[in-house]
T-cell receptor
């Protein structure tokens, strides 16, 4: 099955700086890579996703990059704000599979 | 609201009790999932249902028993739990499992076993 690894497990940045979270996957059949944000006491919610036919996707301050050859994808948050503080999960899934495989999560703290 | 509703939001139960968690979605999704989220641990997939059929059982102890009577409802029946089963139990749904579509999560049931 798929194995998704996520780094770092914790990340602290100053407000206004950028944050980068990296994930690797093992199954070359994986073709959909969502990122979820989970604020304290709340449900995980999708913030951005990327499909294997695209190398990069951007939505305002958030961007995701995908390197299919190296089997890794990254989340980039620019101009971080305190409300970006949360746990972020990456995931991978294949259209031939039957589940989402999640990374172990990154706890991001943005220091005002 | 994402369209996935879980009840109850909080549950405290003794080790000899029997209780059930409920999950409901009206998004027209055909796949539903149970995840366990413990403090400082990753999301652990427990069960996957696709068109009401269980397609994944991730080595979950038999004290957890899922039930999926239709594509909109998913239950997790609990009996003789252990204190280490205390966690946030999240339900999720997606249009189909393993396809390029978003998984929507419920708000979870915070379970405490005493």
């Amino acid at each position: 099955g798929e194995n998704v690894e996520q780094h770092p497990s914790t990340l602290s940045v100053q407000e206004g700086d950028s944050a980068v979270i990296k994930c690797t996957y093992s199954d070359s059949a994986s073709n959909y890579f969502p990122w979820y944000k989970q604020e304290l006491g709340k449900r995980p919610q999708l913030i951005i996703d990327i499909r294997s036919n695209v190398g990069e996707k951007k939505d305002q301050r958030i961007a995701v990059t995908l390197n299919k050859t190296a089997k890794h994808f990254s989340l980039h948050i620019t101009e971080t704000q305190p409300e970006d503080s949360a746990v972020y999960f990456c995931a991978a899934t294949a259209s031939t599979g039957n589940q989402f495989y999640f990374g172990t999560g990154t706890s991001l703290t943005v220091i005002p | 609201e994402t369209g996935v509703t879980q009840t109850p939001r909080h549950l405290v139960m003794g080790m000899t009790n029997k209780k059930s968690l409920k999950c409901e979605q009206h998004l027209g999704h055909n796949a539903m999932y149970w995840y366990k989220q413990s403090a400082k641990k990753p999301l652990e997939l427990m069960f996957v249902y696709n068109f009401k059929e269980q397609t994944e059982n991730n080595s979950v102890p038999s004290r957890f028993s899922p039930e999926c009577p239709n594509s909109s409802h998913l239950f997790l029946h609990l009996h003789t739990l252990q204190p280490e089963d205390s966690a946030l139990y999240l339900c999720a749904s997606s249009l189909y499992p393993g396809t390029n579509t978003e998984a929507f999560f419920g708000q979870g049931t915070r379970l405490t076993v005493v």
